[in-house]
């Protein structure tokens, strides 16, 4: 156990700080001072991949790296819709995830928001409208915010944030 | 064994049983070999397969204007052979699921899509299909437009029936498709008794988004943007095996150099996927110290590939005949330098994962795929490398530029998550030393051969090792050199069934450990 502690301590000295990554910062005190006022601190995110390549996802978990531990600024994701005050959608909406995901949005107190967060979930991106997608979010439940990129970088995922707020 | 040997032993078990195939063709799907087979013996060629030791690797059928063909891609000591064989419309074509457990699902998914029956399947249940479209209809049929106009809403598929037991104490716990987290959707049924997992089984195709049937008429740049999008953590390997199979069809061959910047990229991707993993692995046991090493380590790779590619996933790099964007001859140091201090690094964080008692707890003798059991599902990757089956392209079949590296493979027997997530951390090591060698090699010249699509029908297979294991794509051209079928076969095909085996008597909350630790493609798997 000791030979972990120190070891623990010693990979302590590996891990560097955060860099300073101005923009996150920036963004994410932005993203802070909003949450604050409107959320009381805490806004939660229930996300729901509808169809997404899984590109997507890897962008969104960035999010909680330690480079932008998005947590630091009162967001925080949930297990739960009836936990959640956002959806953040990613995929062109499958039609076999198209229930799955009016339950969510259903089950998700008002006052809620809808986040389509990807091109795919903007404008239905490299899939469109077929016989086994629904393309856009929006063709499904309603959206308030679009965040464009295949994948949007975890950047601009919280600056998609932002510009929810500013509505 | 010799180069021929895989054929020899097929076609001798072949006439052992007094099954006659057609001459073999080592010409038209190269680097495999083509063996014609009648309908009727569809079965029992397989069964001939099955003695020779081959292994199952992939089905896919195409629609021809009466009736189908359907090929079955085998391997056997790095040798590929395709079973060919044409089906009449009223024909069933006789079941490979009851002698390769592999078969099952994609024998469902032909028939989903395409409406081929399967004489004596095992399970006769939908598998690519819920209710997104009636059971009469197969969508990838070419009288299917791709986008019907008479759609209305599709409901829950709530009437998919799943295997049962009866007992006292038996729940029945039902997950998904959304599932609690940042993950794709799917869903899982456990039958458990107390904490104990009697049975799981899975339900997959909810992120069905009609990529084969998206494909037909594309050109070969928009074929290779929509395999980039098969799965996006593969998106380097799939792309790759799009344009691979792009090349062969038509003959059209990238430069060197192109050869070696897909392998950069590849490397990159096998990498950073598989520290994320380690890490979410760690984080499924309670070990969050390594989540955050490595999910550090990951953003890094993911800011160096926006740096050196453009894109954080080096996503659309890969295109047809070469790559799209060269390495800036300035950058070469510094990436040795930066994979050189990657693999110190790793392997340090390895060595103190390896130190801890509750970790070595809770990752060994969990989630157990035995090899007996992974031979007989034919798993591929580091799923098949931690239970007895070390095959990797890059050795076993290497194509251009690994017929220029010697690739090691590691492997063990144990077949728990502990050995995966050991098989993840070694091939880091592995693919580290082979970056660094690429970067070293890398030849001059230019990273694109002008692309024109010959306007006659082609077709190729592409075969590329992809961080989860062997990626096969299939695709023919028109005679326009337009697309008119394409199908990627992710590796998640062969090892989603082998998470069912081994979460048999494991606990429930070992569930999402045990899946990470194969994590399977949602995406590449439903298509």
Same mark, same amino acid.
């Given at each position: 156990?000791?030979?972990?502690?120190?070891?623990?301590?010693?990979?302590?000295?590996?891990?560097?700080?955060?860099?300073?990554?101005?923009?996150?910062?920036?963004?994410?005190?932005?993203?802070?001072?909003?949450?604050?006022?409107?959320?009381?601190?805490?806004?939660?995110?229930?996300?729901?991949?509808?169809?997404?390549?899984?590109? +997507?996802?890897?962008?969104?978990?960035?999010?909680?790296?330690?480079?932008?531990?998005?947590?630091?600024?009162?967001?925080?994701?949930?297990?739960?819709?009836?936990?959640?005050?956002?959806?953040?959608?990613?995929?062109?909406?499958?039609?076999?995830?198209?229930?799955?995901?009016?339950?969510?949005?259903?089950?998700?107190? =008002?006052?809620?928001?809808?986040?389509?967060?990807?091109?795919?979930?903007?404008?239905?991106?490299?899939?469109?409208?077929?016989?086994?997608? +629904?393309?856009? !979010?929006?063709?499904?439940?309603?959206?308030?915010?679009?965040?464009?990129?295949?994948?949007?970088?975890?950047?601009?995922?919280?600056?998609?944030?932002?510009?929810?707020?500013?509505? | 064994?010799?180069?021929?040997?895989?054929?020899?032993?097929?076609?001798?078990? +072949?006439?052992?049983?007094?099954?006659?195939?057609?001459?073999?063709?080592?010409?038209?799907?190269?680097?495999?070999?083509?063996?014609?087979?009648?309908?009727?013996?569809?079965?029992?060629?397989?069964?001939?397969?099955?003695?020779?030791?081959?292994?199952?690797?992939?089905?896919?059928?195409?629609?021809?204007?009466?009736?189908?063909?359907?090929? +079955?891609?085998?391997?056997?000591?790095?040798?590929?052979?395709?079973?060919?064989?044409?089906?009449?419309?009223?024909?069933?074509?006789?079941?490979?699921?009851?002698?390769?457990?592999?078969?099952?699902?994609?024998?469902?998914?032909?028939?989903?899509?395409?409406?081929?029956?399967?004489? =004596?399947?095992?399970?006769?249940?939908?598998?690519?299909?819920?209710?997104?479209?009636?059971?009469?209809?197969?969508?990838?049929?070419?009288?299917?437009?791709?986008?019907?106009?008479?759609?209305?809403?599709?409901?829950?598929?709530?009437?998919?029936?799943?295997?049962?037991?009866?007992?006292?104490?038996?729940?029945?716990?039902?997950?998904?498709?959304?599932?609690?987290?940042?993950?794709?959707?799917?869903?899982?049924?456990?039958?458990?008794?107390?904490?104990? !997992?009697?049975?799981?089984?899975?339900?997959?195709?909810?992120?069905?988004?009609?990529?084969?049937?998206?494909?037909?008429?594309?050109?070969?740049?928009?074929?290779?943007?929509?395999?980039?999008?098969?799965?996006?953590?593969?998106?380097?390997?799939?792309?790759?095996?799009?344009?691979?199979?792009?090349?062969?069809?038509?003959?059209?061959?990238?430069?060197?150099?192109?050869?070696?910047?897909?392998?950069?990229?590849?490397?990159?991707?096998?990498?950073?996927?598989?520290?994320?993993?380690?890490?979410?692995?760690?984080?499924?046991?309670?070990?969050?110290?390594?989540?955050?090493?490595?999910?550090?380590?990951?953003?890094?790779?993911?800011?160096?590939?926006?740096?050196?590619?453009?894109?954080?996933?080096?996503?659309?790099?890969?295109?047809?005949?070469?790559?799209?964007?060269?390495?800036?001859?300035?950058?070469?140091?510094?990436?040795?330098?930066?994979?050189?201090?990657?693999?110190?690094?790793?392997?340090?964080?390895?060595?103190?994962?390896?130190?801890?008692?509750?970790?070595?707890?809770?990752?060994?003798?969990?989630?157990?795929?035995?090899?007996?059991?992974?031979?007989?599902?034919?798993?591929?990757?580091?799923?098949?490398?931690?239970?007895?089956?070390?095959?990797?392209?890059?050795?076993?079949?290497?194509?251009?530029?690994?017929?220029?590296?010697?690739?090691?493979?590691?492997?063990?027997?144990?077949?728990?998550?502990?050995?995966?997530?050991?098989?993840?951390?070694?091939?880091?090591?592995?693919?580290?030393?082979?970056?660094?060698?690429?970067?070293?090699?890398?030849?001059?010249?230019?990273?694109?051969?002008?692309?024109?699509?010959?306007?006659?029908?082609?077709?190729?297979?592409?075969?590329?090792?992809?961080?989860?294991?062997?990626?096969?794509?299939?695709?023919?051209?028109?005679?326009?050199?337009?697309?008119?079928?394409?199908?990627?076969?992710?590796?998640?095909?062969? =090892?989603?069934?082998?998470?069912?085996?081994?979460?048999?008597? =494991?606990?429930?909350?070992?569930?999402?450990?045990?899946?990470?630790?194969?994590?399977?493609?949602?995406?590449?798997?439903?298509?």
């Amino acid at each position: 156990m000791l030979r972990i502690l120190i070891k623990s301590i010693r990979t302590g000295v590996v891990t560097e700080p955060p860099p300073h990554d101005s923009e996150t910062e920036r963004l994410g005190i932005e993203v802070k001072r909003q949450i604050d006022r409107r959320f009381h601190g805490a806004l939660a995110i229930r996300h729901v991949d509808a169809g997404s390549c899984n590109g +997507c996802e890897l962008e969104i978990h960035a999010l909680n790296n330690p480079y932008y531990d998005v947590e630091r600024f009162g967001v925080h994701f949930v297990a739960s819709p009836r936990h959640a005050d956002l959806l953040l959608v990613t995929g062109p909406v499958s039609r076999h995830m198209e229930a799955a995901l009016r339950r969510a949005w259903e089950a998700t107190p =008002n006052p809620r928001w809808v986040i389509a967060a990807g091109s795919c979930a903007c404008d239905g991106g490299e899939f469109g409208i077929s016989y086994a997608s +629904c393309g856009a !979010v929006e063709n499904v439940i309603p959206v308030d915010v679009r965040i464009p990129g295949c994948p949007p970088t975890p950047t601009v995922l919280l600056q998609g944030l932002l510009a929810a707020f500013e509505r | 064994m010799s180069r021929s040997s895989a054929l020899q032993s097929l076609l001798e078990a +072949c006439a052992l049983i007094g099954v006659q195939t057609g001459p073999p063709d080592p010409r038209s799907l190269v680097p495999a070999t083509v063996v014609p087979v009648e309908a009727g013996d569809w079965a029992r060629v397989a069964e001939a397969a099955k003695s020779a030791g081959l292994r199952w690797s992939a089905l896919w059928v195409d629609p021809l204007e009466a009736g189908f063909e359907a090929f +079955c891609l085998l391997e056997g000591d790095g040798q590929y052979l395709v079973l060919r064989t044409l089906v009449a419309l009223d024909q069933a074509l006789p079941s490979h699921a009851g002698i390769h457990a592999a078969a099952d699902r994609p024998e469902r998914h032909a028939h989903d899509l395409l409406g081929i029956i399967f004489a =004596n399947a095992p399970d006769g249940r939908r598998w690519t299909r819920h209710q997104a479209w009636p059971e009469t209809r197969f969508p990838l049929l070419p009288e299917h437009p791709l986008r019907p106009e008479d759609q209305a809403a599709s409901v829950a598929d709530s009437s998919y029936v799943f295997a049962a037991a009866q007992g006292a104490g038996v729940v029945e716990i039902p997950v998904g498709p959304i599932h609690a987290g940042i993950i794709e959707p799917g869903h899982f049924r456990f039958l458990a008794v107390g904490e104990t !997992v009697l049975n799981l089984e899975q339900h997959l195709g909810y992120v069905h988004k009609g990529i084969e049937k998206l494909a037909v008429g594309r050109n070969a740049d928009g074929l290779a943007r929509l395999a980039a999008r098969v799965s996006g953590d593969s998106t380097v390997a799939h792309s790759w095996a799009a344009c691979q199979a792009l090349e062969r069809a038509t003959g059209i061959e990238p430069p060197p150099r192109a050869l070696w910047l897909r392998a950069i990229l590849a490397e990159r991707e096998r990498i950073a996927n598989h520290i994320g993993d380690i890490g979410a692995i760690c984080n499924d046991v309670g070990f969050s110290f390594a989540q955050y090493q490595f999910s550090r380590l990951r953003e890094q790779l993911a800011r160096d590939n926006l740096d050196a590619f453009g894109h954080r996933l080096m996503m659309d790099q890969v295109v047809p005949g070469g790559v799209t964007r060269d390495i800036d001859p300035d950058r070469i140091v510094p990436m040795i330098a930066q994979a050189d201090a990657l693999a110190r690094e790793v392997r340090q964080l390895i060595a103190l994962l390896e130190d801890s008692e509750s970790l070595e707890d809770r990752l060994m003798a969990t989630g157990r795929l035995t090899p007996e059991q992974a031979l007989m599902l034919g798993v591929v990757g580091y799923v098949g490398r931690a239970s007895g089956l070390a095959f990797d392209l890059r050795r076993d079949a290497p194509y251009p530029p690994y017929d220029q590296f010697e690739v090691t493979v590691p492997s063990y027997r144990a077949g728990d998550v502990a050995a995966r997530a050991r098989i993840r951390a070694e091939e880091i090591d592995v693919s580290l030393r082979l970056l660094l060698k690429l970067l070293q090699s890398l030849p001059t010249g230019p990273i694109r051969t002008p692309w024109s699509t010959p306007a006659r029908p082609a077709e190729g297979l592409g075969m590329i090792d992809g961080w989860r294991g062997e990626i096969i794509t299939y695709v023919r051209l028109d005679d326009q050199g337009r697309v008119a079928r394409f199908f990627p076969r992710d590796p998640s095909w062969l =090892n989603w069934p082998a998470l069912e085996l081994m979460m048999q008597g =494991n606990i429930v909350p070992d569930f999402p450990v045990c899946n990470k630790s194969v994590n399977g493609s949602y995406s590449g798997h439903d298509l």
